[in-house]
């Protein structure tokens, strides 16, 4: 096959693999809505079988060469994940798959944050333009209605938008992690990822007072499911996808998993949007968008 087919096949067969786990990805907060147990035991069965599921790709990858440091970020990885996963599922419960998957996309404005504060990057007009169409888009979604939404709901607000820094804060570890890990394979990394996340997640379940057995067949088969699509497809397949795209390509590709959570939100669970929740939803995946491009590539 010459050189220049041989790219393009391979930039097609990632877009693919891109777009069926941003598919696949969308459906993670469904699982934690369907299955009927807390949102903190939820979180840890998560962890608990993908690190069982993961552990046959971790003994085929190296395990030597992981120095302290990595083995430190890796555990304050965790420890960012753990809070993130906390918050994420009582905000899914609290406010909807839609609206605390569209939160924890804020993420990207989390990390351009850091990056212009810390790293001392320019922020460039996707950045500036894309926040203002987030904010903008989630003004229009929140204040008309805000004065008739309960307590139970403006906490699920503020549980999304403290995903979307505590899901910054693991990514900035671990991806620093990644960079460092020498010849231990990233498998491996991963492993003790969720290993580490889940044993941080086990007490704080029981210290919320949650039951840790699942209820019968289909919960099991849900938090089975939820593992599986969110962790082992959202690391693995998903991970090894996006360095090949372009950085357009992977943004549209990422946008998939905050939209399609809201064409699930309507359909399973009747959650509906009016008009100028429309158009907020529209401004908000916009301004997404503009964010992820931003520096999609170079963070891949």
Known sequence: ????????????????????????????AVFVKWVHVGPTVSAFWRMALAAGMLLPFALRARWTGMSSRVALLVGVAAVFFALDLWMWHRSILYVGVGMATLLGNFQVFVLAAYGALVLRERGGWRLWVGLLLAIAGLALMLVPGWGGFDARF???????LGTAAAYAGFL??????????????????????????SLLLLPMALVGGEGLSPHGATDWASLL???????????LVIGRAMPRLSAGALGLCLLLQPLLAYVWDATLFGTRLDA???????????????????GARREA
């Open 225 to 235: 499911a939820y593992a599986f699509i969110a962790q082992v497809c959202g690391w």
């Open 154 to 160: 403006r906490v699920g607000i503020g549980f999304g």
């Open 1 to 28: 096959m010459p050189e220049a087919a041989r790219v393009h096949h391979d930039a097609r067969g990632a877009l693919a693999t891109m777009l069926l786990g941003a598919v696949l990805i969308s459906t993670s």
């Open 276 to 294: 100028a929740g429309m158009v907020g939803l529209a401004l908000s995946l916009a301004g997404i968008f503009l964010g992820l491009t931003r």
């Open 172 to 197: 900035l570890c671990f991806r620093r992690a990644q960079a460092l890990r020498g010849e231990a394979g990233n498998e491996a990394l991963l492993w003790w990822m969720c290993v580490g996340t």
